[in-house]
Structure formats: structure tokens, C-alpha cells
């Protein structure tokens, strides 16, 4: 008896080794039983090897996925794939689990599994939105996010009208909606399924009567001579602008989809083109005349100086220089040597004489309203104007100077024939207002110079004071 005891416990210790060694024998990292996963035969695969298998079964199926939304009756395809995700991690854990529980028990299950292996097993795995943020890029690079029918109110001006076209009421898409029944969708398998998209109402803007206003407003531009375009009249132009009140009381009023007009408030300029065409030098302002003696180099200088000023014209705003028109009297310039008074005494230098050229214009200002900017009278006393009614002048100063302060340009005749010189100021009479240059003495060579403004009635209604002179006699 106890030798068949030894016997039994000698077989079992010689069935336990050879279990232990079987055991050892079938300890590897591969799966062994028949399952596929998503229709991907992992037997014989390592984990991670059947995780590459599935993943790249995945993306073979999955690579063009996308979804299908209608919204308003278009239809936009929303590639899905970029979001989604496959996590085959716990059917890959079933399936390795076989041959892979403790160490010992390795044995029983390589000789269950050959004995017994049991039907081939089919696991499924779904995918999964697993990057949101991806799933709104897919939106966007759709369109259907920029989808939008509602209609913005527009303006136009058409003549002296402002007409806004009040916009419309619309759809647009959803998108947080959209995003989560894209999420159900691709979670409940249904991605071949179309979808009706979500949709929010959405509303014109109110228009912005302000910037419109800003936009529209035009101040009247008065008809002008270009000296750029070689003193062509320049087309006047209205002046524009908005009662915003009013445009938005006529707004209020008005229904989605109809179209609102606002008469503008149109201001005609001061001086239309049709002013400047029939105003243009149509009248004398001013004029003087001084007669000329004197020797050949005097009157040489006269001829020249005459020339450089005739025909200048002067647009509104703009002032003469008298220097600006002559230059510089040098003999290379071809003026003349001539009397000219230099500290008390009469010299001879070249422009000598022009100085009475310039006291003809500053005397023929004088009979006008044009406003004197810079005048000097002589040091000792001239025959050829009255005193106080001179104007000496010097390179480079002292300078004449008078601005044109009308409202339309004026022009200077400078003629210089017969020994007189001749000065007429042309330009528009802007109103019935005459006016007569005064002198008054107010000492043996020292005299004050008044303008003084009459009315069509011939009443005085302003004196002026323009300037003092005060003279040496002749040596």
C-alpha cells in the first residue's frame, strides 16, 4: 500500500513538473484566442500590434467621414474625421486575458484553448468625438457657420434723396446645437443619417444714421479760377447733409424689407459757377495813374517793373508782394541805373524808379477795400503821387504788400505808355459800398492816410485810418 503511494505522489510530482514546464513553455505576450475586433483577426498579435491593426483599419474607414446638414434648403457635408477617436483598449484587455492571468494558470488555459478553443469571437468598437475643438474647425471650413439669411439694411443717395433699404429677418445655424446633435450623431452610430441643422433667428442691424450723416455731409464749395489748371473756373458743388432726426423717425416708422427715403438738406454755395462765369474781372475796383519824368534809365526801370506786374492775379486769400513780382533790380536782370534815395541823398542804382510803380498800385488800393499788409513810405518826399500815398520799395525789403480779402479774384492792369504809368484793379463789386482815399496833414511834411466808405446813398458809414508818413524835405 505504501508503495502505491510513492508510486501515485512520484506520477503526480512527474505531472506536476511537466505542467510547470508547459507553463514555462506557453509564456508569451501574444493573444491567443479567436477574436477580431472591428473585423481586425488579432490571434498570434502582440497588444500594441493589434492596437496598430485596428487603428489602421479605423482610418481606412473612417478617413472620409462626414455628415450631412441641410439648413435652409442647402446642404453642407462636415468632415468628421479629424475629431474622432477609437479606444479598442478594454476589448484588447478581453482578449489578451486568456493565457495571460497568473503564471500558473497559464498551462490550463493553452490546454483548455487547444481542447476546447471555442467559436471564433467578433468585438466592436465605436468611435468617438475625442477632440472637440476639432469638431468646430469642421464646421467652419464647412461654411455653414457663415451661413446667414438674414439681409442688412443698405443706403444710397440718389440725387438730394437718402433711401435706406431696411434689411430682413433670417436663419443662421446654431452652432453649439449643431455641435452636440453632431456629437449624438457620431456617438449613435448615425453618421449616414442627414441632419437638420439647429437653427437661430437673427436681425438686421438698426442703421447708423451718425456715420451715414458723416459719410453724406459735404460742405458748398464756391466756384473758384485753378491756377494749377491755368486759372479755368472750377465747378462749384452744393453742400450735403442729414437731418438725422428725421431719417431716424422715418426708420421707426417703416417695416422690414421696405425702402425709407430722406429728401437731404442741400446748401448752395456763396458763388455758384454760374456766378463766376458772369461775375469773373467784371468790374474796376481801383485805379490810379502817375506821370513819368525823368531820364531814359528811369523810365527803362518803369517799363520793366510795369511788365512783371501786369496781369497777376490774385485769388481770395492770397496776397501781392510787390519784391515777389520785380525781384531783384540788378543790371543782369536788366534793369537800368537810375535816382534812387539812399540815407538823405540822391544816388545812382540800378532800378532806380521803380518805387513808382508800386506807390501807383498802393495808390490805386487806396480806392478800394483790399487790405494793406505791408506799406513804407519814402525818406524824403516824391512829386509823382500825393504824400501819404506812396510806397518805396527795396531789395530785399522793404516790401508793397496788399492781400485780396474778396470773395472772387481779382487782377492787376499795369501799363506803362506815353510816360504814365496806369493801374486799374479789376475784379467783382460785392456790394454798393464806394470808396475815397483821404490825406490829412498833420504836420509840415507828416500826413495820415484815411479810407472812407460810402453806402449807394452816398452817406458815410466808416473811416478807416490806413497809415502815417512822415517826410525830410530834398537835400
Known sequence: MKKKWIAAGAVLAVLAAAYLILCAAVDDEVIWK???????????????????????????????????????????????????????????????????????LQGADWFMN??????????????????????EQ????????????????????????LVIHMGTSGAAADGEQLKEQLVQVIEGRQMGEELQCPVAE????????????????????????????????????????????????????????????VPLTVTQPDITTEDMEENLFRDELGSYQSRVTGDAGKKHNISLA????????????????????????????????????????VVKEPGGGVCQVSSTIYSAVLQTDLEVIQRRFHSMIVTYV???????????????????????????????ENDVVSVQIIGTKESDITVKCVVEQTGELSYKTYREYYDGAGNLVEREYIDSSRYKPLP
Open 386 to 416: 500825393p504824400y501819404g500815398m506812396d510806397a518805396t520799395v527795396s531789395w530785399p525789403e522793404p516790401d508793397f504788400k496788399f492781400q485780396n480779402n474778396h470773395q472772387y479774384p481779382i487782377k492787376l492792369s499795369v501799363k506803362y
Open 306 to 345: 510795369a511788365g512783371f506786374c501786369d496781369e497777376v492775379i490774385l485769388l481770395p486769400g492770397e496776397t501781392f508782394s510787390y519784391n515777389e513780382h520785380i525781384g531783384n533790380t540788378t543790371l543782369e536782370r536788366g534793369f537800368e541805373l537810375a535816382n534812387a534815395y539812399q540815407d538823405g541823398d
Open 34 to 104: 479567436a477574436v477580431s475586433i472591428n473585423g481586425v483577426p488579432v490571434k498570434g498579435l502582440s497588444v500594441e500590434e493589434a492596437g496598430q491593426q485596428i487603428q489602421e483599419d479605423f482610418r481606412k474607414e473612417y478617413g472620409e467621414a462626414s455628415v450631412r446638414v441641410r439648413l435652409d434648403g442647402q446642404e453642407f457635408e462636415i468632415p468628421v474625421f479629424p475629431a474622432l477617436g477609437l479606444d479598442p483598449s478594454g476589448e484588447l484587455e478581453e482578449a489578451y486575458r486568456m493565457g495571460h492571468r497568473l503564471w500558473i
Open 202 to 261: 437673427t436681425h438686421p442691424e438698426l442703421p447708423d444714421l451718425k456715420k451715414i450723416a458723416d459719410e453724406l455731409y459735404r460742405d458748398p464749395v464756391d466756384a473758384a479760377l485753378s491756377r494749377e489748371a491755368g486759372y479755368e473756373i472750377q465747378p462749384s458743388s452744393p453742400g450735403i447733409s442729414l437731418d438725422i432726426e428725421a431719417a431716424q423717425a422715418a426708420c421707426a416708422a417703416s417695416a422690414e424689407g421696405t425702402d425709407v427715403v
Open 138 to 161: 469642421a464646421m467652419e471650413a464647412s461654411g455653414i457657420l457663415d451661413y446667414d439669411s438674414h439681409v442688412e439694411t443698405s443706403w444710397e443717395q440718389i440725387g438730394t434723396d
Open 114 to 135: 487547444k481542447i476546447h478553443p471555442g467559436k471564433p469571437q467578433e468585438l466592436e468598437v465605436f468611435p468617438e468625438v475625442m477632440e472637440p475643438d476639432k469638431l
